[in-house]
Nanobody, 117 residues
């Protein structure tokens, strides 16, 4: 079974940086696509960044140039490096996994990121 567990969330000042991690089990990055999503209070969940089995990445326009998604294949960890954080980045962040080309099927519990101005 696929299991995901986020960590690394916390409070940070605007302009600061934070690195989120997603420990995985039951996943091989060579066949799975991974993603980071976020949801702020009163808003719908939105995609933040994805990385496919070939290492190709995509980002929401709102985070391009500031966030970087990556995988550590040796440790089976998905990361999201966030820089130049803004107050609008405040949200619960979730990692997700899917067999590439298939619907998202596994989600972590989420980690809270709060950015203060």
């Amino acid at each position: 079974q696929v299991q995901l567990a986020e960590s690394g969330g916390g409070s940070v000042q605007a302009g600061g940086s934070l690195r989120l991690s997603c420990a995985t089990s039951g996943i091989t990055f060579s066949t799975y696509c991974m993603g980071w999503f976020r949801q702020a209070p009163g808003k719908a969940r939105e995609g933040v960044a994805t990385i496919d089995s070939n290492g190709r990445t995509s980002y929401a326009d709102s985070v391009k140039g500031r966030f970087t998604i990556s995988t550590d294949n040796a440790e089976n960890v998905l990361s999201l490096q966030m820089s130049s954080l803004k107050s609008e980045d405040t949200a619960m962040y979730y990692c997700a996994a899917r067999l590439c080309g298939w619907p998202w099927k596994a989600w972590g519990q989420g980690t809270q990121v709060t950015v203060s101005s």
